[in-house]
């Protein structure tokens, strides 16, 4: 019996003296590797992207919106009638216990103005909640106090675009800006929160206290007027109690009846979001599935070539049997130089993929992320694929008949 490291010695020798067509044989694993890793790549970084936003949003998020209008028999959406007070945001506070905080929200656009410098933004007048709902830390100053809501004091918090905009390189704490001709005083500076996943853009935004809000800048209908109010529960298990227990009061203090539609509607951002990044993780699948057709390309040329090879060394294989070489060692050897080439290919796959994933972040600005398991995973596989597709060739020169195979012309 002829022993693993000749018959190793053997398969290498073969593919050397066919250098350009083992090279050609091994391109097919070569770009199958490099593309598994490649999209891996992309929808990893895609993926993480998308929880980065999501995360930025805050967690376990319920936002309120008020009811809809019906004009001529045609329905508007949501937030068409205001209906939701702070007294609404009080009450949500006060009395369901699967929630940990809410802020009430009156927002609209409006210049902002410092000096020579003006920036038209999205004014959020809100609570000192809102920071804790969003999971919104301060980079530097102070946040509202109770006091600042109950005297509708004129102080702001900007997010950085405003800022940056704003002040440049000046320290803007303590500033005098004007929101729609109004005086605010900055005391808060929030930090950088990103875009949102639906590519808003979150720091471009100026915080100020509901009540300066409906009293000072926006106005309102009606008295506490709110466009929505948005809560925390206290925990993922407990949103969908949440949920109940706001819908029952808001109908108890909306005095609406048992067949009567909700004047507002109650939204889970926190489901919304979840379903975004569990769409991004399927997105990611597809790619790597996609990709890996071309591994099984490579395999299907290794399994051709290698079948080639068998026609090619009939006489070869016919020698090695008649001095006691078993049909074991052949059907090895073959494995062997089907697993070297994809082996092989597959390295060289794994440079192709990490560098090409390199410049497509690079050059098209994607977000790319090289797992090592990723790695593995394409290289192991381009192994798999080697000893899938090589095992017919091997099998079939191991069948060969020695006499047969030494009158082969």
Not at 297 to 308: H, S, T
């Amino acid at each position: 019996m002829i022993s693993i490291p000749n018959t190793l010695k053997i398969s290498f020798r073969a593919l050397r003296v066919n250098k350009m067509r083992s090279s050609l044989t091994m391109l097919g694993i070569i770009i199958g590797v490099g593309a598994v890793i490649a999209m891996l790549a992309i929808g990893t970084g895609a993926s993480e992207q998308v929880s980065k936003q999501i995360a930025s949003m805050g967690s376990n998020l319920i936002v309120i919106l008020p009811g809809s209008t019906t004009s001529g028999g045609i329905r508007m959406g949501a937030g068409t009638t205001p209906t939701l007070t702070s007294h609404d945001a009080d009450a949500i506070e006060k009395e369901c216990p699967a929630v940990a905080e809410v802020a009430p929200v009156l927002n609209g656009v409006a210049q902002v103005v410092y000096g020579s410098q003006n920036w038209s933004t999205g004014v959020v007048g809100t609570t000192p909640e809102m920071l804790s709902v969003r999971d919104w830390p301060l980079q530097s100053g102070r946040n509202f106090t109770d006091q600042d809501i109950r005297s509708a004091a004129k102080f702001c918090l900007l997010g950085k675009t405003v800022a940056d905009n704003l002040f440049g390189e000046l320290d803007p704490v303590g500033q005098i800006i004007r929101i729609k001709n109004a005086p605010f005083t900055v005391i808060g500076i929030l930090a950088s929160k990103g875009q949102s996943p639906t590519g808003h853009d979150q720091d471009d935004t100026v915080y100020i206290p509901v009540t300066t809000a409906q009293k000072k800048i926006f106005g309102t209908s009606f008295p506490g007027m709110v466009r929505s109010i948005m809560i925390k529960a206290r925990g993922p298990e407990y949103l969908e109690e949440a949920e109940a227990q706001i819908k029952e009061l808001l109908r108890q203090r909306h005095r609406i009846g048992p067949r009567q539609d909700n004047d507002f509607t109650i939204r889970n951002l926190t489901q919304m979001m979840q379903a975004a990044e569990q769409s991004a993780k399927v997105m990611t699948l597809l790619l790597g599935a996609i990709a890996s057709v071309s591994l099984l390309v490579g395999g299907i040329g290794i399994m051709n070539i290698m079948l080639v090879s068998v026609t090619e060394r009939t006489r070869e294989i016919g020698i090695r049997l008649a001095v006691g070489a078993k049909s074991w060692d052949i059907r090895l050897q073959f494995i062997i130089e089907a697993l070297t080439l994809s082996l092989i290919g597959g390295l060289a796959g794994i440079i192709l993929g990490v560098s090409g994933s390199g410049l497509l972040s690079h050059f098209a600005g994607w977000k790319t992320i090289v797992s090592p398991l990723s790695i593995l995973l394409a290289f192991g596989f381009s192994g798999l694929v080697g000893i899938f597709f090589g095992f017919y060739p091997a099998y079939k020169a191991s069948l060969l008949n020695p006499i047969d195979a030494l009158r082969y012309e």
